[in-house]
Nanobody, 123 residues
Framework: QVQLVESGGGSVEAGGSLRLSCVAS??????MGWFRQAPGKEREGVAA???????TYADSVKGRFAISKDSGKNSLYLEMNSLKPEDSAMYYC???????????????????WGQGTQVTVSS
């Protein structure tokens, strides 16, 4: 069982930056990722990182967002730059139970979820 707690959300103007943090209750070698869900929309993958290997990003955030992991602190981060109003959503941290995923941005591949942190970007 992995418990996840996110923090760092808030309200910013378009073009601004935010850094999200997620602390896990235990270390995991499995994939971890950030997902978001806007009102009336399905939850979508934003970025994901495996225990070892390359990160994966949604096309909509490539070049603007950066995911990173600090295994020593059991923490996951999402640096968000050049924010746009369409980035507004509840952001969730998630951990998979598997080391290998065919689609690391598929929410259904993840077992453990945090409670979410709200990000609002105004134009």
């Amino acid at each position: 069982q992995v418990q996840l707690v996110e923090s760092g959300g808030g309200s910013v103007e378009a073009g601004g930056s935010l850094r999200l943090s997620c602390v896990a209750s235990t270390f995991t070698y499995a994939w971890m990722g950030w997902f978001r869900q806007a009102p009336g929309k399905e939850r979508e993958g934003v970025a994901a990182v495996p225990g070892y290997g390359n990160t994966t990003y949604a096309d909509s955030v490539k070049g603007r967002f950066a995911i990173s992991k600090d295994s020593g602190k059991n923490s996951l981060y999402l640096e968000m730059n050049s924010l746009k109003p369409e980035d507004s959503a509840m952001y969730y941290c998630a951990a998979a139970a598997a080391l290998l995923l065919s689609n690391p941005l598929d929410p259904q591949a993840y077992r453990y979820w945090g409670q979410g942190t709200q990000v609002t970007v105004s134009s």
